[in-house]
């Protein structure tokens, strides 16, 4: 989970939120997602909460209830991963699993890990993640067997940050975001892809220089998701004084701005048909509210599911129900 300044100002909308679409019966899911809920425990406290998109009482269930920082950046089929410090010390993270209703927490691994997205290969059962492999040694590319808790460098730079990893749907090749560890002007966090076996990288994304987000926080590259069934990357970038969702080609062709409704938003996951979208969506200055939005792919219809019980509801996920 990022910096709650880096969350406020890379914010992004998809769609207009009309109350209209559901998921058809054949395709049910469940959606996790990120709360921050300080209390008297934590005051730096995150939570994981479930929902069912077919609740018209926008009701969530709290499943992790631990004054630990635990986020969840992928669920997949029935599980929920996350990372979180409850073994150790403050924001030192390792990657755990849980299943939807909270239940059968299991740490998956000694390998530190990095505030950053990551992604799992069903056919492999291996995660590719950015991780921390010693004190002096960050952001690095690393894939963890899931059966085991073994792990082993994909990719090791110690002169680049490797962040937001995720596989192509058929696990051949990798998409990234690589920045130099030293700020360099002029040179910003990128997309590239490799091969499997780390071989053939390519940038695929180039920042404009020009923009005035150029000069500001937010992100240039980030959040990536690729699409299961349409072969593209989902990722955040930040324009003017907004961060909106953009699609590119694994060639690097076809680079669009797919976010169109003005309000602010970043984090996304798509449903494993390829039919669904769903992301957080900052409101409006004045309430600082973040809702999770679902939105069909095809029509663009998005409707809210979540209250204003808690402001600050971030970086959906989808579970099989």
């Not at 740490?107 to 990551?118: A, Q, T």
């Amino acid at each position: 989970m990022k910096s709650f300044s880096l969350i406020f100002l890379s914010g992004v909308l998809l769609g207009s939120c009309e109350q209209k679409t559901e998921p058809t019966q054949e395709e049910k899911y469940l959606i996790a997602y990120n709360t921050f809920e300080p209390d008297s425990l934590a005051k730096d406290n995150w939570e994981i909460r479930v929902l069912d998109p077919d609740d018209s009482s926008r009701s969530s269930k709290n499943v992790i209830q631990h004054p630990d920082v635990a986020w969840t950046y992928l669920a997949h089929e029935g599980k929920i991963f996350f990372i979180s410090d409850r073994d150790t010390a403050y924001r030192n993270f390792f990657l755990y699993e849980m299943t939807s209703s909270g239940s059968d927490i299991k740490k998956l691994s000694d390998l530190r890990l990095e505030d950053s997205w990551m992604d799992i290969d069903p056919k492999t059962n291996e995660m590719v993640v950015s991780a921390r492999p010693e004190l002096s040694v960050r952001h690095q590319l690393f894939l963890i067997n899931l059966t085991d808790g073994s792990f082993k460098p994909l990719v090791l730079d110690t002169l680049s940050r490797f962040q937001d990893p995720v596989f192509s749907p058929d696990g051949s090749q990798i998409a990234f975001v690589k920045s130099p560890k030293a700020t360099t002007e002029g040179v910003f966090p990128e997309v590239f892809l490799i091969n499997r076996d780390g071989s053939g990288e390519r940038q695929l994304t180039h920042f404009p220089v020009d923009d005035p987000a150029a000069k500001g926080f937010g992100y240039k590259a980030g959040a990536l998701k690729w699409h299961p069934t349409e072969n593209f990357i989902s990722y955040a970038s930040s324009r003017g004084e907004h961060t909106f969702i953009f699609g590119i080609n694994p060639d690097g062709s076809n680079n669009r701005q797919i976010s169109q409704s003005g309000k602010d938003e970043v984090y996304h996951d798509w449903s494993p048909d390829g039919k669904w979208l769903v992301f957080d969506q900052y409101q409006d200055t004045v309430s600082r509210q973040y809702h999770i939005v679902l939105m069909n792919w095809e029509t663009k219809e998005s409707k809210i599911l979540t209250d204003t019980l808690i402001k600050t509801q971030l970086a959906p996920v989808f579970l099989m129900k």
